[in-house]
Structures are given as C-alpha cells and as structure tokens.
C-alpha cells in the first residue's frame, strides 16, 4: 500500500493536525520540529499527545517525519549559528523521540566559505552531541540541490557525514525529487542509473523517505523551487515512476508541494488514480 502524506501545519495541534490527515485521505505526515524560521517550540500537553497517538493508531499511520528548522546550519563557522543549531538538533531529537516520530530531516547545511570538508567536520561534531544511540528515532540527511555553498548536493558528501558520525546506524537518508534533479542527477531519464549510484555511493537501505517534489528549475540548475507533482521540469511521468519503482515503492512518500491543504488532499487523490490505488 502507499504511504504518501504532506508537510502539514501544526498551529492547531498535533491531534487537529492527525485530523487533517484522515480527512485529506493521506496515511502520514511532515510536520516541522519547531518553528522553521525561529527557535521557539511548543509544548503539548499530556492529553493532546494521547490523542495524537490514538488518531495514529486508528487510522494506521506509516512512518511520520519531521523536519528541522531551516535556521540551522550545523555547518556553520559562526560560533552563534553553530551553537544554536547544535541546541536544536538536540532537543529535537529528543522531543520527537519522545513523540514517537520515526524520522527526524535535516538540511545538512553550508559551509559558508570555510570549504565543505570543515563544513562536513562540522556537522559531524553538530550530530555527535545530538544523538546518544539510544533512541528509536532515526535522523535523515537530506538530499541537496547544492546551491552557494550549500552540502548534501552530492551522495558522497552524505556518505562522509554517516560514515564518520558515533552512531552511523541512527542516521539515514531522505531522497528529494526536486533536489536530487536540480543537483544533476538525472531521475527523469535515468533513474535506475541514480539509483545505482546511490546504492554504490550510500547504500540503498539507507534510503528511509522520499520528498515528492517536481521542480520549477531546469536541470542541474542547482535552484531549490518546488512545484506541484507534474507541473514542473521533472514532470508526472517522471514522479510516478519513482513512486512505482520496486527499490522505492514501499518507502513513506511527503509532498512539499505548493498548494494549501484542499489542494495536497487533491494532488493525493489525483496520484493514487494514476497509481491505480
């Protein structure tokens, strides 16, 4: 069965959020960790996250990720930022442990003119402190289009990041579609070729979620503008076959399209038609 969801508000409320969910016909959810241009966080309440947890369970959920605030740059020479993004990490991945949220995203950061191996250095300190290895949360590098001096936009610079880190078994990676075809890997004409190379580079069981995103960027623009599925330069023949694709088919799928909640719980249906589910 798919497992296929979008980057929800959660200004209401995780449980109003869960709601939305079930009515938009989706089966999962992005949420952000915090607020995404800021540091604040909320607090939820003892019987706002049971009833999150029951919404869950009922409607059987797959795997819920969250995403990072885009303020943090654990590849910061700035001591300011990197101090900040290193608390955020943290705490977050604690309180969406806690919440049981499967995966935590990341933007891996830019290195701002320090070059990208101090940059890499880095966020690896930035994740050491952050992850204990206890938790069952696991933390996902995030795919890149490589943008100024921006890390992540090759498989390689990830694989540096996991191999090096105290605890490469809680980290994984998180796939863009938009990215991934900005960056210049070529998904629309060569997705088994990406693929592979992945799976050599990386490994293909670390790939754990797929943001669904077309691009309004041609490709290997190396511009992060989303668009909506099969309105962009990737195109829905493209995105359809990555969702149909047997090494990802199974993997929770999150769209980060531009479109308002009526219009995510249209471009779901509008895919699971074309899928045939």
Known sequence: ??????????????????????????????????????????????????????????????????????TMNLASAQQRVYEFACTAIREDVARMDDLGIEYLVFHPGSHTGIGVEKGIQNIIRGLDQAITGNERITVLLETMTGKGTEIGARFEHLREIRDNAAHPERIGICLDTCHVFAAGYDIVNDLDGVLAEFDCVLGLELLKAVHLNDSMMPFESHKDRHAVVGGGEIGMEALLGVLRHPVLKDLPFYLETPLDDEGHKDEIRMICERLGN
């Open 1 to 70: 069965m798919l497992t296929i969801g979008t980057h929800m508000s959660i200004a209401k409320g995780l449980a109003k959020t869960a709601e939305n969910v079930v009515w938009m016909e989706a089966n999962t959810m992005q949420i952000f960790s915090r607020n995404p241009r800021g540091s604040n966080f909320k607090v939820y309440t003892e019987e706002e996250v049971e009833k999150f947890q029951k919404i869950r369970r009922e409607h059987q959920f797959g795997a819920l990720l969250a995403h990072a605030p885009y």
